[in-house]
T-cell receptor, first 113, second 111 residues
Framework: DAGVTQSPTHLIKTRGQHVTLRCSPISGHKSVSWYQQVLGQGPQFIFQ???????GRGNFPDRFSARQFPNYSSELNVNALLLGDSALYLC????????????FGPGTRLTVL | GQNIDQPTEMTATEGAIVQINCTYQTSGFNGLFWYQQHAGEAPTFLSY????GLEEKGRFSSFLSRSKGYSYLLLKELQMKDSASYLCAVILTGGGNKLTFGTGTQLKVEL
């Protein structure tokens, strides 16, 4: 069975640009969460979506937005990129919203120059 | 706020046993996860504790004490491939399954 997939694997952008990151959850999983991981730190929660609705938002500015599609895949959008947005962006899926184990994708490495 | 503490780095010898500690102070607690993350890769699930006690899974075991806000991950018969970052993460009450992570413990296994 395919695990969580993310695209692209690597991305280089310049300050002020916008970026869209994509995630496909494990088949049958209806919840997708996004995390940002800066080098040397643990992942930080950005968003959680379940059944196409936002169910949680972390302490990130409004430049960050996301959505979930009917097939449960998800996109994370970041506008007006800053140097500090350079990080590994991880997507995780789980069957539902209860204390289910979250399974992570390989991540998208974003570099902002 | 939420506070999750882990040692930054640890070094151990191949074949030995290592214990990685995690302490947490959180408003509400609904479970604790351990993940392993190799450099440049995604975190992979190791264990989940919600009740006090020890959970054993092969060479890896995880312990939880809710009253002390304390957990540890025990790795036995260390192998070189166990060199990785080990992330402690908690789920808070009412937070769905949103994970709040510590900074991770970088384990280096030496010959």
């Amino acid at each position: 069975d395919a695990g969580v997939t993310q695209s692209p694997t690597h991305l280089i952008k310049t300050r002020g640009q916008h970026v869209t990151l994509r995630c496909s959850p494990i088949s049958g999983h209806k919840s997708v969460s996004w995390y940002q991981q800066v080098l040397g730190q643990g992942p930080q929660f950005i968003f959680q979506y379940y059944e196409k609705e936002e169910r949680g938002r972390g302490n990130f500015p409004d430049r960050f937005s996301a959505r979930q599609f009917p097939n449960y895949s998800s996109e994370l959008n970041v506008n007006a990129l800053l140097l500090g947005d350079s990080a590994l962006y991880l997507c995780a899926s789980s069957p539902g919203l209860s204390a289910d184990t979250q399974y992570f994708g390989p991540g998208t490495r974003l570099t902002v120059l | 706020g939420q506070n999750i503490d882990q040692p930054t780095e640890m070094t151990a010898t191949e074949g030995a046993i290592v214990q990685i500690n995690c302490t947490y102070q959180t408003s509400g607690f609904n479970g604790l996860f351990w993940y392993q993350q190799h450099a440049g890769e995604a975190p992979t699930f190791l264990s989940y504790n919600v009740l006090d006690g020890l959970e054993e899974k092969g060479r890896f075991s995880s312990f939880l004490s809710r009253s002390k806000g304390y957990s540890y991950l025990l790795l036995k018969e260390l192998q070189m491939k166990d060199s990785a970052s080990y992330l402690c993460a908690v789920i808070l009450t009412g937070g769905g399954n949103k994970l709040t992570f510590g900074t991770g413990t970088q384990l280096k296994v030496e010959l």
